[in-house]
């Protein structure tokens, strides 16, 4: 059963860099490909970016080249790296697996990063 | 991108009644690759359904997906309290994957 746990800084300020990462439990960590959405408070939700262990990725062009995602495979965990951040950046992370041609089937439980001086 | 609008934006049910959710895609959804959320309050969403009609592991039968093309419907049938939520549909036949913006299901 993989479960995924994010971590790092809750308060950012405007115009530095937001850094997340989720550590993976369990086995398969190759075969997933890893993903962060995120979720304004009391808004929907938006996919920014997957990566897999051999470096395939993609980004959601809504970021406008300011995210940047990484994945350790010794450790099973992934990262996230979103730059010049705005209030407009506060939101629930989330961590996210999933399979080619799939759903977002495992969820970590959310980190909220706040923007703000 | 593919914009997925979703309707109603509430729905006010009484348990044991039937809810029909949907959503609108602005362009066609490859191969139907679409798939439903729930997200209870202060939870991470869960999938209910991928490939527009296919129960996810352990989501109960009354939870149906159907549609094609630009066109999909969750229907949850006798609704049961702990179905008080917010669902959102994806897509995720053309990068980049979106959601639609959420129906509240509310249980009276």
């Known amino acids: 059963q993989v479960r995924l746990q994010e971590s790092g800084p809750r308060l950012v300020k405007p115009s530095e860099t937001l850094s997340l990462t989720c550590s993976v439990s369990g086995d398969s960590f190759k075969t997933y490909y890893w993903n962060w959405i995120r979720q304004p408070p009391g808004k929907g939700l938006e996919w920014i970016a997957y990566m897999h262990h051999s470096g395939i990725s993609d980004y959601n062009p809504s970021l406008r080249g300011r995210a940047t995602m990484s994945v350790d495979s010794s450790k099973s965990q992934f990262s996230l790296n979103l730059s010049s951040v705005t209030a407009a950046d506060t939101a629930v992370y989330y961590c996210?697996?999933?399979?080619?041609?799939?759903?977002?089937?495992?969820w970590g439980q959310g980190a909220l990063v706040t923007v703000s001086s | 991108e593919i914009v997925l609008t979703q309707s109603p934006g509430i729905l006010s049910l009484s348990p044991g009644e039937r809810a029909t959710l949907s959503c609108r895609a602005s362009q066609n959804v490859n191969n139907n690759y679409l798939a439903w959320y729930q997200q209870r309050p202060g939870q991470a969403p869960r999938v209910l359904i991928s490939?527009?009609?296919n129960r996810a592991t352990g989501i109960p039968d009354r939870f149906w997906g159907t549609g094609s093309g630009t066109d999909f419907t969750l229907i949850i049938s006798r609704l049961e309290p702990e179905d008080s939520a917010v669902y959102f549909c994806q897509q995720y036949g053309r990068t980049p994957r979106t959601f639609g913006q959420g129906t509240k299901v509310e249980i009276k």
């Open positions: 996210a697996s999933l399979l080619p041609a799939s759903a977002f089937d495992i």
């Open positions: 490939g527009a009609s």
